[in-house]
């Protein structure tokens, strides 16, 4: 047999293999089982990556609660946003947790014993102001008591039994600043103090005194005022601290300290204050040479911090000197009866508060 005839019958054989193996799978694939397909393995998600502002942003804002907080629980601060002229709720903490009253012209509040109502004061035109009390939800609004923007009714403070209400008017048929005190429902004024010139009362934790500002000087813008304490139907009144403009005077939660603010004559240095309340053991916290910080102090429930309002960049205005940016809004610190400000806390665009107990 030649080499030729030999490559042939190769290339046959080949052939021939390679036909039998294509029928053989053709065969498989048509009448055979279907191969099942193999299970792909899992692929994990990739992980979410922060997405980065292209532009600057300020600190997020919380979204504020449609629903009435009620009633205020212990340990929530109410307070006036001097700007917005709106009443807010924060927690302890200071975080905003809702939006009570939008209150143009809103003067200062408290906040009844059950948390279930508010008494503010305001401006309701250029001549007149008027004291109200409504739903912490910010409806049923109720007057109270009005005047004019000289002798306006202010500082309203409750009872601790949540009946009566007390507050600053001027009283009748005399230019000074006297205390009465309301029934709730607005009915039953009655003048507490006769003589001199009073303000900011505060009822006590037991019921059983108001703390006040008192001074027998005049006229109005000389006055040296000192506090004072008296009996809820304004007897027994005697004085506990004779300073120079003393102010706001607040008791803590077991009525055994006073907080106040205290404005020293020479640099009118602005002083946050705490004594016994026997008026023993003055010891200044923190001082000021801004008007900001003439708001009333708050203590925290458990009687171990004291609120003081500073100047903060919470807002800036233009100033009209040098034509620059300044801050000019108010917010809250606290600061321990060690003297030390939590650096830690902070309620910013607030004054007025009221630390709900």
Not at 69 to 90: C, K
Not at 257 to 281: H, K, Q, T, W
Not at 351 to 356: E, I, K, R
Request: with cysteine.
């Amino acid at each position: 047999m030649t080499s030729h005839s030999l490559n042939v019958r190769a290339i046959t054989i080949r052939w021939c293999a390679a036909v039998a193996i294509l029928i053989a799978t053709l065969s498989c694939d048509t009448f055979g089982p279907e191969p099942k397909p193999l299970p792909l393995p899992a692929v994990p998600e990739a992980p979410q990556v922060p997405q980065v502002p292209t532009t600057p942003t300020g600190p997020e804002v919380p979204e504020l609660s449609e629903t009435p907080m009620v009633p205020i629980m212990r340990g929530q601060i109410v307070f006036l946003d001097p700007w917005e002229g709106a009443i807010f709720v924060a927690d302890s903490t200071g975080r905003r947790l809702q939006h009570v009253n939008q209150t143009s012209g809103a003067l200062d509040l408290a906040v009844s014993p059950d948390g279930k109502n508010i008494a503010f004061s305001k401006y309701c035109d250029p001549s007149c102001s008027q004291m109200y009390l409504m739903t912490v939800g910010g409806t049923d609004p109720l007057l109270l008591q009005t005047g004019d923007t000289r002798d306006h009714p202010a500082h309203p403070t409750w009872s601790p039994d949540g009946k009566r209400i007390a507050f600053v008017q001027q009283g009748i048929g005399t230019t000074a600043n006297h205390i009465f005190s309301i029934h709730a429902d607005g009915t039953g004024v009655t003048q507490l103090t006769r003589s001199g010139y009073n303000g900011y009362p505060e009822w006590s934790p037991d019921g059983s005194r108001i703390l006040l500002t008192h001074s027998e000087d005049g006229p109005p813008g000389s006055l040296r005022y000192g506090i004072f304490e008296m009996d809820p139907d304004g007897s027994n009144l005697h004085q506990l601290r004779q300073g120079f403009r003393d102010s706001f005077p607040t008791w803590s939660p077991d009525g055994s300290r006073i907080a106040f603010i205290d404005l020293n004559p020479e640099g009118y240095v602005f002083s946050l204050v705490v004594m016994n309340a026997d008026g023993s053991n003055a010891t200044t916290l923190k001082t000021s040479p801004d008007w900001t910080a003439a708001a009333r102090p708050a203590w925290s429930p458990d009687g171990r911090y004291v609120t003081f309002i500073v100047r903060s960049a919470s807002r800036m205005c233009e100033d009209t000197w040098d034509y620059g940016m300044v801050p000019c809004g108010q917010s809250a610190q606290r600061v321990g009866l060690d003297g030390v400000i939590d650096p830690m806390w902070e309620l910013p665009s607030a004054s007025n508060l009221v630390w709900q107990r």
